[in-house]
Each structure stands twice: as C-alpha cells, then as structure tokens.
C-alpha cells in the first residue's frame, strides 16, 4: 500500500497554530516489499514511522518519498506523521475518512501544534484549535507562490524566541485579522485577505532573525497581484496567495537568490490512498 499527504503552509500571519492551508507537495509512504522508484529506506526514527506505530500500526513502512523540503516551513514533519498514521488506520480497516481524524489526532499529539496535520489530513483551508478542525475549500482560481530558501530554520529554536505573553490590543488585532480570513475564504471575498495578514505575535520576532525572508515577503506585500502573504510556518519560506494565472508573473519576480521560488496548487484532497 501507498499513502500520500500533502505539505501546507502554516499560520497565514495572524492565525498563529490555528490556520493553514495544504499545498500540492506530496509526502508518501510505502509499506511494500520492494522500493518503488525514487524512494528512500524509512529509518525506524522517522517520522512517518514515529507516527505509523504512534497509531498502532504494524509492520513498519518501509519507504518514503518528498518533494518537501525539511525544516523549511512547508510542513514536512506534519506531513509524514499525517501520512505514518493515516497508513496505520487504513491498515487497520478505518474508512478514510476516520482514518484521516485519526491521523490529526496522533500527529498532533506528536507535534506538539495542530494546524499542519489538519491541513495535511483534510486538505484545503483548515482551522484547528479546541481539538477540533473545520476544513473550507478556497475559492478556484488561485495558487501559491512560495520563496524557500537554501538554509533551514529549527522549529523549536523559532518557538523559543517568541514572547511568553502578548498584550491584549496585539492579541484583539490578531483575533480580528484571523477571523477576516475565515470570513475571506467562506464568502469568497479574497480581497480582504490584505487586511487579514498583519500579524502581532510571531511574524516580526521570526523575521528579525532572517532578513532574506523579510525583503521577499515585503516585496511580496508591495504587489498589486498578491492577495496575501506571510512567513510559512517558522519559516524560512514566504508564501503568497495570488489569482492563478498571475501566479507565474508574480514568482518570476521574487528574487531567489540562490532559493527556490514555487508556484504551487492548493491540495483539495489531504491524505489519501495511491496504491
């Protein structure tokens, strides 16, 4: 059997832990005899098997593949402990459907925050927090552009950073601005999402320590055709929401240097079963 979950991109400025959207990187996982082509072996402390036996899986997987690049902000380990316990469940007879609640569930236990699993599961736009996950589909016509950079950015080390407490006007504006991207993507109206990516509780702190990633999305935001834009995750990767047929356009004028500048698909689909 083969699985596959999608990366995401987390936070989307202000929803910090709580909001994120699934991106057509595919993490997948084999648990067959022989290596299928371009796989790699999957050590017993990788995620993916971390998260397969977490679920009560037997039999370890065996083989994994990614186009996701680690400790970039596109929701590697998320991924493959989605797709580790989404195999578990199926394996064990879950529907898909549970099999996927199954897998938020026990990949959030394992990292620690939710949002990144419950993209990764479900797909689409999701909002995570109370333990539960509420999924919208965006509306069509609109990709991602993402900048990632060629050096990585520890989780843990970005956590750390952070301020252990945040005043209330920060954390009203920051309550206000989520919530205009969930009313943004339920109606449709994507033009308030500008609005929507002033962030007070993570962004700033993040950025300071990577100015690469700073001047990409402040030229970014300085876009006409950018609907959106924010630090992916911890970072190091700026991701930019933008109406699909401008996306080229825009990706063609961030500056790599020496990174790597996507235009990615939403994943609609979150974990599924390939083979």
């Given at each position: 059997m083969i699985v596959s979950a999608p990366g995401s991109s987390a936070n989307l400025g202000p929803g910090f832990d709580c909001l994120a959207i699934a991106v057509a990187l595919p993490f997948r996982l084999a648990a067959t005899d022989r290596a299928p082509e371009g796989f790699h072996?999957?050590?017993?402390?990788?995620?993916?098997?971390?998260?397969?036996?977490?679920?009560?899986?037997?039999?370890?997987?065996?083989?994994?593949?990614?186009?996701?690049p680690p400790g970039r902000g596109l929701g590697f380990s998320g991924a493959?402990?989605?797709?580790g316990a989404f195999l578990a469940r199926v394996q064990a007879g879950d529907a898909p459907d549970v099999a996927r609640s199954r897998a938020v569930r026990v990949a959030t236990d394992l990292e620690g925050h939710a949002e990144n699993a419950a993209a990764s599961a479900h797909g689409g736009f999701v909002v995570a927090t109370g333990g539960g996950v509420v999924r919208l589909d965006l509306p069509p016509g609109v990709d991602l552009v993402v900048w990632?950079?060629?050096?990585?950015?520890?989780?843990?080390?970005?956590?750390?950073?952070?301020?252990?407490?945040?005043?209330?006007?920060?954390?009203?504006?920051?309550?206000?601005?989520?919530?205009?991207?969930?009313?943004?993507?339920?109606?449709?109206?994507?033009?308030?999402?500008?609005?929507?990516?002033?962030?007070r509780i993570h962004q700033d702190v993040r950025l300071a320590a990577r100015p690469d990633a700073a001047a990409v999305l402040d030229g970014l935001l300085g876009r006409d055709e950018v609907l959106?834009?924010?630090?992916?995750?911890?970072?190091?990767?700026?991701?930019?929401?933008?109406?699909?047929?401008?996306?080229?356009?825009?990706?063609?004028?961030?500056?790599?240097d020496g990174g790597t500048v996507r235009v990615l698909e939403v994943d609609p689909a979150g974990a599924s079963i390939l083979d």
């Open positions: 072996p999957a050590e017993s402390t990788h995620p993916a098997v971390v998260a397969h036996a977490a679920a009560g899986g037997t039999g370890a997987p065996r083989w994994w593949h990614s186009p996701i493959a402990r989605v797709a990632s950079p060629p050096s990585s950015t520890s989780t843990d080390v970005s956590r750390r950073a952070l301020p252990a407490r945040v005043s209330l006007e920060d954390a009203v504006a920051n309550v206000g601005a989520a919530a205009t991207w969930v009313a943004a993507v339920a109606t449709g109206g994507l033009g308030r999402l500008r609005e929507a990516c002033v962030d959106a834009a924010w630090l992916s995750g911890s970072g190091p990767s700026v991701a930019a929401l933008v109406d699909a047929d401008l996306a080229p356009v825009v990706a063609a004028a961030v500056p790599a």
